[in-house]
């Protein structure tokens, strides 16, 4: 029985957060994966039982940084539920802006992630210059460039003003033609579709019983969305396609995202031309009344679910929060397990892995059990990532 | 008659008095039954109903027991509740009929020390590797400052 | 030999165009590189060492020659310390084979393009054991990495430097050179040639899209990951050292070495200077090269140079050979 | 350990060349286009810092009237109450502040306001605090 | 003489490694902006390295999981001198919003020694650099 320890953690800049994966491997073949998420685990649950409504709007916003405005927007809509008051269109319109806006930050961010991730510096440099448009305009709307606090228990923090809505429209134009020519480099580029085509398989039943949520399981041609499906802000509104693709695999996750880039722009813009007038929020008392409340959001990674239970005191007894990522982890173990025609090298587990986008990553340890030969060691991704250099097909 | 209410004219249809307890809000539907009719009402669901999809598991500690909630759903959320005995809390795992199951339940084994009977995986999750087994988070017994001998004192 | 002569050998050794030169020209083309980079990435690059970050690579040097030096547990010590000793001088070595200022370089003697081509691969054995050395699963996978390359590239690097040999009938490089008086060998029938000598001098560099022995994102540094401080600077030194090697080696084969129109009576600075002029263009395309591609793999890198680094060198040589 | 070398060679590597074309010209294109750079300490006025930007906090003694509603909407316990000489008043700590803007949006007298003031550095943590 | 120009180039070369100790991934995607053409630390002479030994600054994003702790000292203990650790982010100084979780440490300053507190949630790119720019300051100022 020998284990190896990694003497430095792979700290490399992109891709961050800590998961420990647990690969059985028959060979080269993997047949078994578990996961062991406790190197990001801060206790977000009991700490919110210690804070106010109010005060837990902060911490839910810093659950993950890059899909933040989801988490705050599932929040806050969360703890309205509780009041029984109406919440003003403008600021469910206003919601919705920021909401698709850092959707769009969130997947350039990772198609610059995935291109540095292969060595292309150069168009993760293009892509990252690009998003500082959007950081800009997220940053004139809500005052930070990541970490939006926009949406607030009751509407909405600041609203558009005409000037700045004018300049968001401007932004949406570079953005659209910059996506368009980013689009067209991933999708025509042979090297991305070699290295992705029927890699990661991930069949539509497997992905209804994983229950996967996001582009995951729309790339594998089931249409679930939640803003189609169980529509929360402005969403029963504001017109859009739910972008699917059946191809199952890592590149049809690729097109999913990269088609959704533009599905954002037009509903931003949709939503600026049809913007209601009125106010943008309205004050509640500290004290929601006693209940509980269930809200679904559709985060950049997918579906996100927020629950509380509410005994009438201005903390919740309960808050629970389950984030994509987690409900992809049963996706991602289909996926990497061997079956059938669709044999999982070790090769591949970075590649499908990055391809759940996920935000525990990059410190994440990998450990191998070799059931026949009875022994463990443990690798870091980027070992692995290196060993799919000289085995990949 | 709205959707919500004939879904759960259809549920009581089957289940009659077993469904203890019920409440409607848009697209939402929380169901209460008894531990052992737990199983039997989402296999109902899932096979019957067509929810495939489970969004998560909640478990909260209640005064009169810990409570397993799992909400199933695609496009309406229908949550089912039940209410487990604190000192010993034991239900069965879903993990057969839903395999996503599995990562939810090892969670609240963690966080609450619910034992699921049946469960493919029971080990840890998402507590550190050196984290006494017998401490769970999310109980109320447990206390914020019951991190004191685990945190270092000094720092700010 | 007198006194004299002697001294002035010595003084043109270590200044130059001997030690002091290449030292300089070394830093001075990493910056270079970098600042290009940058610059093609829309960024600006080093800008506050000296003017426009001019001295970069100098502070990191003197930074990394006066930082703590750890030999860790468990790696062979002897290795660890002679593979960059070795690394320098062998580069070192090589770089005083090339014209600089004159048609010859300082080494000069008959067969010496062999004796360059042989540096090169002693040079990339050298990066094998000293990522053998250090005895980290990185280390031993970049090193590993670097043989395979070698693997791909040598042979058309090799053919290509035949060509162009074949085409001077010698080779020694100071007459390679001085039959490129009337027309430079790049426009001349050696075109192909250029280009297979470039994309392998990106490889033998280990430069994006060949960086596989030290990809920072797989392996966090790849051989060199365990060296610190002076032998990190070693290493690092001869690097730009080779890069100055091969792109004064590029600029001699294919397009005239230090040629160019001259005022007698101030050859050797006019040579210098033409010198210096033509390699920084071959690193000015060494550098696009390197913008413009992503990593490959290393099966990809193995099938390309099969596949079409090596029929093009092929292709060249049988050009060549007719022609003749 | 053992390390397997195995090769397939018939991974081809065919990158269209109009793909390659077109990345090319991008480069070239930012050869000749201004620096996307802002030379930030240089050129502190042209960095993008909007109207409402959350940053460092400023406080006006003169309008607090004590009411302790900040402190209670505060996420990271940054705010403590201490009582000086005009009564009950808010001294912050910027090492736990998390620029949420809670306190400054609760305010019911303005006394608060998040600046647009974005550096916030220290070489102690104790001098991080705003009084 | 020799003493100038090797404060001159260790103020000149500062070489950052990054470790992200449970952050929300917020800092840690400001701090890789700050590479990008917008901001670009290269200016400085600042490259990102992989391997710790190979670094001079070692910027620390996230309050210590007690998980990850360990790992930090490890790491720590493997930089060569002279180094330097930089706290970026509330959360990294203070623990910041996840203060009085159960499962973290108050700062990574209660682990090992900081050199400078960067302070944001999330650090503005710019504040990074300013922070860093001052470090290399007293870098030079203290030599
Ligand atoms: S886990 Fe991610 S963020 Fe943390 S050090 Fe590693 S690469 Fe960096
Ligand atoms: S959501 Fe659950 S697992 Fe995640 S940090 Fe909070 S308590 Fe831990
Ligand atoms: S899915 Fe990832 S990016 Fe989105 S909120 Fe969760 S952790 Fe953050
Ligand atoms: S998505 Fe999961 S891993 Fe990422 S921060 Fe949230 S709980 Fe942690
Ligand atoms: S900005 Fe937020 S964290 Fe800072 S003092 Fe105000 S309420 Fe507290
Ligand atoms: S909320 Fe405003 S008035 Fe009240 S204590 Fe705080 S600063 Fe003073
Ligand atoms: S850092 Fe963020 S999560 Fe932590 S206490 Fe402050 S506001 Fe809350
Ligand atoms: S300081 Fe704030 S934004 Fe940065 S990692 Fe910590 S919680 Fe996230």
Known sequence: ?393 | MSFEESFLNEVKSVFGEKIIESKLFKRRIFLKVNPENYYKLIEFLVKEKGLYHLETMTATELKEGIEIIAHLGVSTSVSVKTILDKNSPKIVSLCNLIPGAEFYEREIMDLLGVVFDGHPNPKRFVLPQDWPSDIHPLRKSFETRHNQPLRNVGGE | MSLESFLFEALKIIFFPGFVFIFILALFYEWFDRKFYAKLQNRVGPLYAGPLGILQPLADFIKLLSKEDIVPKGVDKVLFTATPLFSLSLSIFATLLLPIFSVKGLLSFEGDLVIAVVLLTFLCIITFFAGVASYNRFSIIGAERSFLQLIGYEIPLMISVISVALNAQSVTISSIVSSQKGLWYILGPNILGFIVFIFAAQAELERIPFDLPEAEQELIAGWNIDYTGRRLAMFRLAKNIELVFLCGLAAALFLGGPLGPVVSGYEPILYTIYFIIKSIFVLAILTIVRALFARLRIDQIVSLSWKYLLPLAIIQFLIVRLMI | MEISITFSYNTVFDCEVDDIMSMLSELLRNLFKKRATVLYPEERDKVHVPEGYRGKLEFYREKCIGCTLCYQVCPSYTIEIVVDEKGKRPVFNLARCTYCGQCEDICPTKSIHLTKQFEVISLDKKDLVVK | MILGLISWARKRSPWIAHFCTGSCNACDIEILACLTPRYDIERFGAIVRGSIRHADILLVTGPVTRQVRDRLLRIYEQMPEPKYVVAVGTCAISGGVYRNSYNIYPGVDSVIPVTAYISGCPVKPENIINGLSFLLKKIGESE
């Not at chain 1, 953690?9 to 578990?34: M, N, S």
């Not at chain 1, 003003?161 to 401007?170: F, H, N, R």
């Not at chain 1, 480099?185 to 070699?194: C, F, M, N, Q, R």
């Not at chain 1, 629950?307 to 992809?328: H, M, Q, S």
Request: proline share 6%; hydrophobic share 40%.
């Open chain 1, 1 to 393: 029985m020998a284990t190896f320890d990694i003497p430095i953690g792979p700290q490399h800049p992109a891709l961050p957060e800590p998961l420990l994966l647990k690969l059985e491997v028959e060979g080269e073949t993997v047949v078994g994966v578990d996961f062991d998420v406790s190197y990001m685990h801060r206790g977000i649950e009991k700490l919110l039982e210690t804070k106010t409504y109010f005060q837990g709007l902060p911490l839910v916003e810093r659950i993950c940084g890059i899909c933040n405005a989801a988490h705050g927007l599932c929040y806050t809509l969360n703890v309205e539920k509780l009041y029984d008051k109406e919440i003003p269109p403008r600021a469910q319109y206003l919601r919705l802006i920021v909401e698709e806006l850092s959707r769009i930050h969130s997947h350039l961010l990772w198609l610059g992630v995935a291109a540095f991730e292969i060595g292309f510096n150069t168009m993760f440099m293009y892509t990252w210059r690009d998003r500082e448009y959007v950081m800009d305009m997220l940053e004139a709307i809500t005052g930070n460039r990541v970490t939006t606090e926009y949406s607030q228990i009751g509407g909405v923090r600041r609203d558009i003003s005409p000037e700045l809505a004018d300049k968001l429209l401007k932004t949406m134009n570079v953005v659209e033609e910059r996506t368009k020519y980013y689009i067209k480099v991933a999708l025509t580029e042979p090297t991305i579709a070699k290295r992705t085509q029927g890699v990661g398989y991930l069949s539509p039943e497997d992905a209804k019983s994983t229950c996967s949520v996001g582009p995951i399981i729309r790339a594998s041609g089931i249409k679930f969305d939640i803003r189609a499906d169980d529509p929360y802000a402005a969403h029963e509104e504001v017109p859009f396609n739910v972008i699917t693709y059946d191809s199952c695999d890592v590149f049809g996750r690729v097109v999913v995202r990269a088609q959704e880039l533009l599905e954002c722009v037009n509903m931003i813009r949709y939503a600026l031309k049809n913007l209601p007038s009125g106010p943008f929020r309205i004050k509640l008392p500290m004290k929601p009344n006693a209940g509980e409340a269930l809200t679904r959001v559709e985060a950049p990674r997918g579906e996100l679910l927020h629950y509380t239970l509410c005994e009438g005191t201005p903390k919740p007894y309960r808050y629970k929060v389950r984030t994509p990522t987690l409900a992809n982890l049963g996706a991602l173990r289909a996926m990497l397990t061997s079956k059938g025609r669709y044999v999982v090298n070790i090769g591949d587990v970075p590649i499908i892995y990055g391809s759940i986008d996920p935000c525990i990553c990059c410190t994440a340890r990998v450990q191998f059990i070799d059931i026949k030969k009875d022994k463990t060691w443990t690798w870091t991704l980027d070992e692995i990532r290196n060993r799919s250099r000289r085995m990949r097909v």
